[in-house]
């Protein structure tokens, strides 16, 4: 079974939405901010960072997108993501990548400012450049949505997912909805899917 380390308000949000989904058990383990949960938590998670997910043979990972991705592939029944040799894979890869790489970190930024300046004066710059980022990564995605119904074609993904999180993360709210129609438009959509609906009872997204 499945052992995901996550608590309310963290990337744990999709990684579970990506469990439940795909219809596997798994135990969730509620980290508390600033503590160990466990000898191991620390082992696989130096930064003492979730989620970190322990795989059913004992293995385990952090990375949130990672994550989803493993989950996808290693259960492919449950369309998380377009098969390796689908139209739509490509576009999945990139847009899940993106999101983990340019939004999230971007994000993080935001909210955790004083890790990245020696300066406490700087703290707000941080804060401003961090959401000047966030948000041309959410404009660019906007603008690859027009036309098409999720990010990696005619069906919804785990990336999709990913990018509603991210949204809802967002310092400022009801930006993205007010200016990001083809966001605001997936965002709608997935917060009528139950799963997401009872997952946003314990993270408070919306």
């Known amino acids: 079974m499945y052992q995901l380390y996550t608590r309310a308000g ?13 219809g596997v058990p798994f135990e969730c383990i509620n ?7 466990d000898d191991r938590f620390r082992t696989v998670s130096p930064l003492g960072q979730v989620p970190v997910l322990v795989l059913p043979d004992g293995g385990a990972m952090t990375e ?14 449950a369309g998380l993501a377009p098969a390796a040799d689908a139209s739509g894979r490509a576009d999945f890869l990139r847009w899940l990548t993106f999101q983990s790489s340019v939004m999230y970190p971007a994000l993080l930024r935001y909210y955790y400012a004083q890790r990245y300046t020696a300066d406490p004066q700087g703290i707000e710059a941080v804060k401003v450049a961090a959401v000047a980022e966030s948000d041309r990564g959410f404009g660019i995605i906007d603008a690859a949505l027009r036309g098409r119904s999720w990010l990696a074609g005619d069906r919804m993904s785990i990336a999709d ?13 009801g930006k993205v909805a007010a200016t990001w129609p083809e966001i605001e438009r997936i965002c709608a959509m997935l917060r009528d899917v ?13």
């Open 10 to 22: 963290s990337g744990g949000f999709v990684v579970e939405a990506a469990l439940e989904l795909a």
């Open 31 to 37: 980290v508390v901010k600033g503590t160990d949960p």
């Open 64 to 77: 949130s997108a990672a994550m989803c991705q493993l989950v996808a592939e290693r259960h492919p029944q």
């Open 161 to 173: 997912v990913y990018l509603l999180m991210l949204a809802y993360w967002h310092p400022q709210a």
């Open 194 to 206: 139950p799963v997401i609906k009872d997952l946003n009872v314990r993270h408070e997204l919306w």
